[in-house]
């Protein structure tokens, strides 16, 4: 009976010495084997893994995805002495864990040092361009050279960027105020601009139009005339129609026109000779003589 607790004590040690030699890596880590701490081994592949109980070997873990970094707010100058105020955000992973721990240790002095590294390269791309090749479409040609420095740095801590991204520009506060007013003085710039070239158009138009208007009304003349000559023309033909037709109704159809003529008004008064030939067809019913 005294022999139970003792198998059982040799039992329990050995399921515990066992279990220590005993890890598992999953899809989600790598892990540093280490032999009275220096590295070993690298397991990088998921699965059981075995190794000596400790205190011979240790095991390290590391994280095998993607991680995000996040930078602080940076104020950069640009070559056109513009400052502006950076933020950007990174993708990051661990590609040699054991160059890895013996350049930093842990991931947490490994982010600090990223973060140093993407800083210094913003730092040196943005410096070198002009703000307005920050805030354009070549934004994407900036970055691509901000990860390429930053990889090579990088590399040396066994790390890999995967990529950089700017996530905001801005101007620092103390100068929003100035680059605000300036915009607001380009914009009623630009306003007057566009105002003097409408109303220099609107001269134009309406200078136009005032030329259109005499030639319409010189021609609308021109053909009312040619209109009037014609109808007179057509009168005097018909006229001298109806006189070769017909003189003696001609010549009493004349006179008739002169009488009306003549004594138009209520108290109309002529004073004429007493031969005179005008009211000869008043005074007989004849026609006078031809």
């Known amino acids: 009976m005294r022999l139970i607790p003792i198998i059982a004590i040799i039992a329990a040690v050995l399921i515990v010495g066992a279990l220590s030699c005993v890890f598992i890596v999953d899809e989600r880590r790598q892990a540093l084997v280490l032999e009275f701490g220096r590295v070993k081994r690298v397991e990088q592949e998921p699965g059981l893994k075995f190794k000596y109980p400790a205190p011979i070997n240790t095991v390290e873990y590391f994280d095998d995805r993607i991680l995000p970094l996040e930078t602080d707010t940076l104020e950069v100058t640009p070559r056109d002495n513009r400052r502006l105020v950076v933020s950007a955000f990174a993708r990051w992973r661990i590609l040699d864990p054991r160059r890895f721990r013996q350049s930093v240790l842990t991931e947490a002095a490994g982010r600090d040092n990223l973060k140093n590294i993407l ?47 700017i996530r905001q520009t801005d101007l620092p506060s103390q100068n929003l105020k100035a680059t605000f007013d300036r915009m607001a003085a380009e914009r009623q710039q630009e306003a007057a601009d566009q105002v003097a070239r409408g109303k220099e158009a609107a001269q134009i138009i309406r200078a136009e139009a005032d030329r259109r208007v005499v030639e319409l009304v010189a021609d609308a003349r021109r053909q009312a005339e040619i209109v009037r000559g014609e109808a007179d023309a057509e009168r005097n033909r018909i006229f001298a129609e109806a006189y070769g037709k017909d003189p003696e109704f001609f010549s009493f159809y004349r006179s008739l026109r002169a009488y009306e003529t003549a004594l138009k008004g209520n108290n109309s008064t002529m004073v004429l000779a007493p031969d005179s030939e005008f009211f000869d067809y008043l005074k007989s019913d004849a026609a006078p003589a031809q």
């Open 119 to 165: 800083n210094d390269e913003l730092r040196k791309v943005l410096g070198s361009v002009d703000s307005d090749v920050i805030l354009s479409e070549e934004r994407g040609r900036l970055m691509h050279q901000i990860r390429e420095g930053a990889r090579g740095r990088a590399s040396e801590l066994g790390v890999e960027i995967v990529d950089v991204r």
